[in-house]
């Protein structure tokens, strides 16, 4: 079994606060996990990843958060800006050897000013 | 900064035509993929490819798909006899070798079958 899920389709915050994006797998092989975001008629763009072997890792005002044991990454962004509003996917490498990325629903996040 | 880049942008075709989408991978990623994205859907991943073949390939990436390398700099995308149901955004991704390293997406092409 390969999912990935992200159980909110949109957040709201509002510029300044923190924003928290969730998301769960399903299967406890996958062992890297990376956020990407994207804005309407562009591709998706890396934010940040995180391997297995940690539980968090940052990268300025992005953090990701990894639970193996729940299965449940996050990403936290703060502060948050009104330039943070897109939709952000999180990813995993599948259980093979060769790359392929499972994606979940994305989640949009809106920031107001 | 490098980027992936993808041609064209928008491509119209009539259902049953042969259609192919051109990637321009970052100059040194090895590993390449193509993935799609059906209006309001996830992103799906297609095929990865590298040393000129194959890697691993979805229920999706049926015989009317194929990839190729033809040069140092492009991997295209050939969808042999369109259906109406091939209409989505395709993004092509690039990596270095992936167990440490993102893949990096184009912009995509949206392909609409008539």
């Known amino acids: 079994d390969q999912q990935v899920k992200q159980n909110s389709p949109s957040l709201s915050v509002q510029e300044g606060r923190i924003s928290i994006l969730n998301c769960d797998y399903t299967?406890?092989?996958?062992?890297?996990f990376l956020w990407y975001k994207k804005y309407p008629a562009e591709g998706p763009t890396f934010l940040i990843s995180i391997s297995s072997i940690k539980d968090k890792n940052e990268d300025g005002r992005f953090t990701v958060f990894l639970n193996k044991s729940a299965k449940h990454l996050s990403l936290h962004i703060v502060p948050s800006q009104p330039g943070d509003s897109a939709v952000y996917f999180c990813a995993s490498h599948g259980s093979g050897n060769t790359g392929k990325l499972i994606f979940g629903q994305g989640t949009t996040l809106q920031v107001k000013p | 900064e490098p980027e992936v880049t993808q041609t064209p942008s928008h491509q119209v075709t009539q259902m049953g035509q042969e259609v192919i989408l051109r990637c321009v991978p970052i100059s040194n990623h090895l590993y390449f993929y193509w993935y799609r994205q059906i209006l309001g859907q996830k992103v799906e991943f297609l095929v990865s490819?590298?040393?000129?073949?194959?890697?691993?390939k979805s229920e999706i990436f049926d015989d009317q798909f194929s990839v190729e390398r033809p040069d140092g700099s492009n991997f295209t995308l050939k969808i042999r006899s369109t259906k109406l149901e091939d209409s989505a955004m395709y993004f092509c991704?690039?990596?270095?070798?992936?167990?440490?390293?993102?893949?990096?997406f184009g912009d995509g092409t949206r392909l609409s079958i008539l």
């Open positions: 991704a690039s990596s270095e070798p992936y167990r440490v390293q993102p893949q990096h």
């Open positions: 299967n406890s092989m996958f062992d890297y």
């Open positions: 490819f590298y040393n000129n073949e194959i890697s691993e």
